[in-house]
């Protein structure tokens, strides 16, 4: 009895947010981690990845310093959800040094491509950790992951209507993220009224998600 009532009731566990503040978190990693799936296994039919390469490499190296690196009280489902993510990014990522020079119009050396893809990872790596140090983030991690959040829905179309064949693309890549977004924004409003730099941000997704999401099944 005491173990079960330490899950709910621990910091560490579940006990930092209220059941439906764990619930919506749940369900946002959740959304995410199947939308991963798809981008994850996509590829391996398509020979492309949809994922932006710039972000792509700003991802995978958030997911590994906030999942295992930076130790903040974000309770179980945050933690054991960043790692999730990055164990799922390691396969997108595969795919990112594979194919993702598909994506880049300028010819380039696989060589060069994969020196660029080392400075993003680095730099970004860089950015995120120095961004958390400098307490400009919060304790989830949520301002820098929504920075990111945001320039992949910014990218999603514009690479979308660049590549100019949907058959690319995945339509629960489209919707999940759409769907993750919307929980974690609605625990961000319940649990950070007045962080208005990140709910400003989560509003930006939002529509930036819902213009993709429209887009794509107009162009279907």
């Not at 005491?2 to 947010?17: A, C, H, K, M, V």
């Not at 307490?135 to 989830?140: E, K, V, W």
């Amino acid at each position: 009895m005491d173990f079960w009532q330490s899950i709910w009731t621990n910091p560490e566990y579940l006990g930092r947010y209220t059941p439906v503040e764990n619930l919506l978190l749940f369900l946002g990693v959740a959304f995410w981690a199947y939308m991963y799936l798809e981008l994850a296994i996509a590829p391996f039919k398509t020979h492309f990845v949809e994922m932006p390469v710039f972000i792509a490499c700003g991802n995978i190296i958030w997911e590994f310093l906030w999942g295992f690196v930076i130790t903040e009280p974000m309770g179980a489902v945050l933690l054991w959800g960043y790692r999730l993510a990055f164990l799922l990014d390691i396969v997108i990522f595969s795919h990112v040094i594979r194919y993702g020079k598909k994506q880049i119009s300028i010819p380039m050396s696989d060589t060069a491509y994969r020196i660029l893809l080392a400075f993003l990872v680095v730099s970004w790596g860089v950015l995120i950790y120095t961004f958390h140090a400098g307490g400009y983030d919060l304790f989830t991690g949520s301002n820098s992951a929504y920075i990111l959040n945001l320039f992949i829905s910014g990218l999603y179309p514009l690479l979308f209507f660049k590549m100019k064949d949907p058959a690319l693309f995945s339509y629960p890549v489209s919707w999940a993220k759409l769907v993750g977004n919307g929980f974690f924004t609605i625990f961000l409003f319940l649990y950070f009224p007045k962080e208005y730099f990140v709910l400003t941000l989560g509003v930006l997704c939002f529509i930036a998600d819902s213009y993709y999401l429209i887009g794509f099944k107009r162009s279907h």
